[in-house]
């Protein structure tokens, strides 16, 4: 009865984890010619973040794990900060969003560039004013 809440993050990531990589009940199917494009670009953010979400789950219940049954020593031991490793994983979470976010915005640029030179319309609009008797 120790470990339940080990088990309970553990249960509560495998159970996301097996319902994104399912995928049966998400993203219907393509209505437009250039949805595959965007669904394509969709589940690479979405594999990379499951991925993050994955390993952060797994170690929070490895640390609570490992540090549940440690000495006050360890405990306080273990809860100083490491700049180097903050610094690490901060850069690392920027450069992870910013690459997602530009290959989201190059997918829209093109998308929109193409659309533009096939399909443009002209709109013209005329405002007429109505006289009050």
Known sequence: MKHWFVLLIWIG??????L??????????NGAGDSAEIDHQFLIIITVLGAVFAIAQISTGYLVQRFRTASRETQAGASQSSYGLEIAWTVATAVIFFMLAMMGQYVWMRLSSQKAATSTVQVSRVIQRQQAD
């Open 20 to 29: 994104f990589v399912g995928r049966g009940w998400w993203l219907p199917s």
């Open 13 to 18: 990531t495998l159970a996301a984890v097996f």
